[in-house]
């Protein structure tokens, strides 16, 4: 898809990566639901075969690590976050809430946080389908958050939670690793408090061996 972001580099195909490392996937329950908790008047579960039913959408985008990598033209198809905000969430909030901030949760406890209007840009979806094909273990199945723009940290895969806030959540992760609160690829916003050129190269140190582990982990080599 032409040029990358700044820091980025193009990679072969599209590991399965994260902080599972060596874990294998969650396993998907029988009749998976997305939790909707936060500023919601009640919380409750959305069947994911009711976000199935919901009017889908198409996106062709590259995927970005924050580590350095880029996975090219991925073919992702879901249901767009903005028709679920509406079509879901919105009527269910308290009249007169402003959401502010949106955070998702993954099966495997992964979560991030983006600002909600974010969340709302054209080509942030919840995703059923990679290259025409139901998501598979490796890349988040039953459904996964895709925000192409944001770093890959904010696409969090298993996706079993969401919630709408009214206000900005207190940053609970540490120095070292912290995550941008915008995340936006192409202003290299890599990390929380240091610019994105300066943390690149120690950043890059973890492709390696996070490759490693996570594809031990992956249904490809499972034992
Ligand atoms: N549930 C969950 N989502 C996650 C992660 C994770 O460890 N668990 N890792 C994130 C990171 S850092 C990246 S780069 C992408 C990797 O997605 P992939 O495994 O489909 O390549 O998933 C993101 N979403
Ligand atoms: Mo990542």
Not at 180 to 194: M, N, S
């Amino acid at each position: 898809m032409g040029r990358l972001p700044p820091g980025q580099r193009r990679i072969e195909g599209f590991p399965r990566f994260g902080s599972h490392l060596s874990r294998p996937a969650p396993v998907v329950p029988d009749d998976p639901v997305i939790e909707l908790r936060g500023a919601v008047t009640e919380e409750f579960d959305l069947p994911l075969a009711a976000l199935a039913a919901l009017p889908r959408t198409e996106i062709t985008a590259d995927f970005h690590c924050v580590a350095g990598w880029t996975a090219t033209d991925l073919r992702w198809e879901g249901v767009s976050f903005a028709t679920l905000y509406r079509a879901v969430i919105e009527p269910a909030l308290p009249p007169g809430t402003t959401i502010t901030h949106v955070r998702c949760r993954g099966l495997d406890g992964w979560e991030s946080v983006v600002t909600i209007d974010d969340a709302m840009a054209d080509d942030v979806l919840i995703a059923l389908n990679l290259g025409g094909r139901p998501l598979d273990s490796d890349h988040g199945a039953p459904v996964r958050l895709v925000s192409p723009g944001q770093y890959g940290y904010i696409s969090v895969k298993h996706l079993s939670r969401i919630e709408p806030l009214a206000t900005a959540p207190a940053n609970t992760e540490g120095p070292l690793l912290r995550s941008h609160p915008r995340a936006r690829v192409w202003a290299e916003e890599r990390h929380g408090l240091v610019p994105g050129r300066v943390v690149r190269p120690f950043y890059r140190l973890f492709i390696r061996p996070i490759r490693i582990l996570s594809a031990r982990g992956g249904i490809t080599r499972r034992r």
